[in-house]
C-alpha cells in the first residue's frame, strides 16, 4: 500500500511537471541584437550610410524570429525584407505579402535617424 | 461326493456371478449425471486420473472377489479333511449348505440359508449397511486362523465389504462386493448428502473460480467521472478547466481491460506571444503589412468544447485488489462548439510604436471537424473501494497532442486530475 502511494505521488508529480517542460520561446539576437548579431551589425553599419528613412525590426513569424528591414517614409510605398537569425534572407511569395502578419510583438531596433 | 457337491456350488457361484446385473447402479450414476452435466470444465488430467482410479479400484475389488468362492471351496475341502477346524461353526440351517460356515464366520453371519437350486435374487441395496469400522472384520482373525496358514489378507482386505444385518443368502453378501464401487458410492449418496460429497470432489475447481472472479463482478465495469485540468500548448497560457464524462471498461485478460467512452470538456487556450502560425487563417484578411505598417497578431484565444472518444487498454498491476492501473491509447473526437478570437496591431515603423489599440474578430464554428487518433492518453488511477460494487478512483491524467486538433490545427494538450465513481455489474 505505502509503495503504491508512492509511486502514485511520483508518477502524479511527474505528469503534472511534463507540459512545462517546453522551453518559452526566446527571440534570437537576446536584449540587444544590434551588437549580439555580427550580420545585424554589419548590415546596421552599411545601411547608417544610405539615405532615407530606413528602419530593422524584430518580431516573430512562422514560429522563428526574423528582422524586418523596412522604409519607414510614409511617401514611398514599399514591402519589408525579412532576415532570419543567420541573416539569410526570406523568399515570401506575392501570396505570403498579401497575407503577411507577424505573430509576435514588433520591437524597433534599429532607426535612421 | 464332497468334491462334487463344492464344485457345483462353485459353479452355481460362478454363474450367478456372470448373469449379476445391479440396475440400481446405473441409475445412481444417471442421477450423478444429471445433477453436475459434462460442460464444467476440469482439467484432462482429472479425468483421466478419476478414470484411472476408478479403473484400477473395479480391477482390484473384481479380482478379489473372483477369487472369493474359489477360497471358500478351498476351505470347505480343508475343513471337511481336516477334522482341526480353526474356527467356530454356527450351523443352524446347513443341511443343503455345508460349505457355508467359514464364510459366516468371516462376515459374522449368524444364519446361513440357501437352498440348492435356487436362482439367487438380486441383493437389495437397502437391505445392508456399510460398516462402520473394519473392526467387524479384524476381530474375526485370531492368530491361530494365521498360524493355520490362511491368509491374513483374506480376512483383512475387504474392509469396505458391505456386512450383511439381514439374514440373507450367503451368496447375495457375495456378489454385492462385485460392485462394491457403485453400491458404495450409491450407500455414500443416501449417507452422506450428495450435494457435499460432489462438492468436496469440485472444491478445487470452485476455488479456483472464485479466485478467478474474487470480486464477484462481471468483466464490465461504469464509470463516471469529472475532472479539472490544465490546458497547454506551446505560447498559451494555461487555463484551468472542467471535464465529464462515461467510460467503460471491459475486460481482455486478467491485467489488461479495454477502456472506452465518452468525454466532454472545454479546452481554452490564450496566447499573447508565440501566436500560432495559421492562427488567423479564417478570418477575414486585414490590411496586410505594408513597409510602414507592420500588422501583427497581438493576441490569439481559442475555446473548444470537445466531445472526445478515448479507447484505451488498462493495465492493472494488482488484479486481486484491482486497485491500481496505468493506462494509455488514443482518443478522437469533434468539438460542439469552437470560438476563436484574434486581435491585430498595427506597428508603425516611422513613429517605432503601435499606431492603434487593436482590432478584434471572433468567429464561432460547430461541428465542423473530427480529429482522428491524434491525442495520445496516458494516465493511472488508484483506487478505494467502498462497496462491493462500488469505487472510487483518483486518474491524474496526461493528454498530448499528436496533430493539430480543431480547424485551426492547434496543438494543445492538457493535464489534471479525474475523480471516477465506478460501478461494477454484478454476475448473475
Redesign the interface.
Known amino acids: 500500500m505505502n509503495n503504491?502511494?508512492i509511486?502514485?505521488i511520483g508518477?502524479?508529480i511527474c505528469?503534472?511537471l511534463?507540459?512545462?517542460c517546453?522551453k518559452?520561446?526566446v527571440l534570437c539576437g537576446g536584449n540587444d541584437p544590434g551588437k549580439d548579431l555580427p550580420w545585424l551589425k554589419q548590415e546596421i553599419s552599411r545601411i547608417s550610410s544610405l539615405t532615407g528613412?530606413n528602419?530593422i525590426?524584430r518580431?516573430?513569424y512562422?514560429?522563428q524570429t526574423v528582422f524586418?528591414f523596412?522604409?519607414?517614409?510614409?511617401n514611398?510605398?514599399?514591402?519589408?525584407l525579412l532576415f532570419d537569425c543567420d541573416g539569410k534572407p526570406l523568399n515570401l511569395s506575392v501570396a505570403d505579402?498579401?497575407?503577411?502578419?507577424?505573430?509576435?510583438?514588433?520591437e524597433?531596433i534599429w532607426?535612421s535617424q | 461326493m464332497k468334491e462334487t457337491e463344492d464344485q457345483r456350488i462353485t459353479d452355481k457361484f460362478r454363474q450367478v456371478f456372470e448373469d449379476f446385473e445391479d440396475p440400481s447402479s446405473e441409475a445412481g450414476w444417471k442421477e450423478l449425471r444429471k445433477k453436475y452435466p459434462e460442460a464444467s470444465r476440469k482439467p484432462l488430467f482429472f479425468w483421466v486420473g478419476s478414470a484411472a482410479a476408478i479403473l484400477l479400484l473395479l480391477s482390484g475389488l473384481w479380482f478379489l472377489n473372483s477369487r472369493l468362492p474359489r477360497e471358500i471351496a478351498g476351505k470347505k475341502n480343508l475343513a471337511g479333511e481336516d477334522s482341526k477346524v480353526p474356527y467356530q461353526v454356527i450351523p443352524q440351517d446347513t443341511s443343503e449348505l455345508t460349505s457355508a460356515p467359514p464364510i459366516t464366520e468371516r462376515f459374522k453371519l449368524n444364519e446361513v440359508h440357501a437352498n440348492r437350486g435356487d436362482k439367487l435374487p438380486v441383493p437389495d441395496l437397502n437391505e445392508f449397511e456399510i460398516a462402520k469400522t473394519p473392526e467387524n472384520y479384524m476381530d474375526t482373525v485370531s492368530s491361530e486362523n494365521i498360524s493355520q496358514g490362511y491368509p491374513s489378507e483374506n480376512i483383512t482386505r475387504p474392509l469396505i465389504n458391505p456386512v450383511l444385518t439381514t439374514r440373507s443368502e450367503l451368496t447375495e453378501k457375495q456378489f454385492i462386493s462385485r460392485d462394491s464401487l457403485i453400491n458404495a458410492l450409491a450407500k455414500m449418496s443416501l449417507i452422506v448428502p450428495l450435494k457435499d460429497f460432489t462438492a468436496t470432489i469440485l472444491l478445487p475447481v470452485e476455488n479456483s473460480k472464485l479466485s478467478s472472479e474474487k470480486s464477484g463482478t462481471k468483466g464490465l465495469s461504469f464509470s463516471l467521472y469529472a475532472g479539472s485540468y490544465?490546458n497547454?500548448a506551446?505560447?498559451s497560457e494555461?487555463d484551468l478547466n472542467f471535464g465529464a464524462g462515461f467510460s467503460s471498461d471491459i475486460r481482455l485478460s486478467r491485467n489488461f481491460k479495454f477502456s472506452t467512452g465518452l468525454n466532454l470538456a472545454k479546452n481554452s487556450l490564450r496566447y499573447d506571444?508565440?501566436?500560432?502560425?495559421n492562427?488567423?487563417r479564417s478570418f477575414q484578411?486585414?490590411a496586410?503589412?505594408?513597409?510602414?505598417n507592420?500588422?501583427?497578431?497581438?493576441n490569439y484565444k481559442a475555446e473548444l468544447l470537445s466531445l472526445d472518444i478515448p479507447i484505451n487498454i488498462k493495465y492493472i498491476?494488482?488484479p486481486d485488489k484491482n486497485?491500481?492501473y496505468i493506462l494509455a491509447g488514443l482518443s478522437s473526437g469533434t468539438y460542439l462548439r469552437e470560438t476563436y478570437g484574434v486581435q491585430?496591431q498595427n506597428?508603425n515603423?516611422?513613429l517605432?510604436?503601435?499606431s492603434n489599440q487593436g482590432q478584434g474578430q471572433q468567429i464561432k464554428k460547430q461541428l465542423q471537424d473530427f480529429d482522428l487518433a491524434r491525442t495520445l492518453n496516458?494516465?493511472?488511477g488508484?483506487s478505494m473501494r467502498f462497496s462491493k460494487t462500488q469505487k472510487i478512483t483518483i486518474e491524474?491524467?496526461?493528454k498530448h497532442p499528436l496533430a493539430g486538433l480543431g480547424t485551426e490545427n492547434l496543438k494543445f494538450?492538457s493535464?489534471g486530475?479525474n475523480l471516477k465513481l465506478n460501478f461494477n455489474s454484478l454476475k448473475k
Open positions: 503504491k502511494f509511486l502514485f508518477l502524479s505528469l503534472a511534463s507540459p512545462s517546453e518559452p520561446g528613412c528602419s525590426s518580431s516573430s512562422k514560429e524586418i523596412s522604409n519607414c517614409d510614409p514611398i510605398d514599399s514591402v519589408p505579402y498579401q497575407e503577411l502578419k507577424f505573430t509576435g510583438s514588433i524597433l532607426k | 490544465f497547454y506551446a505560447g494555461s506571444q508565440d501566436i500560432p502560425v492562427a488567423d484578411s486585414s496586410p503589412s505594408g513597409s510602414v507592420l500588422v501583427t497578431i497581438s498491476i494488482s486497485d491500481f491585430y506597428f515603423t516611422a517605432g510604436a503601435y496516458v494516465s493511472f488508484f491524474p491524467f496526461l494538450g493535464s486530475i
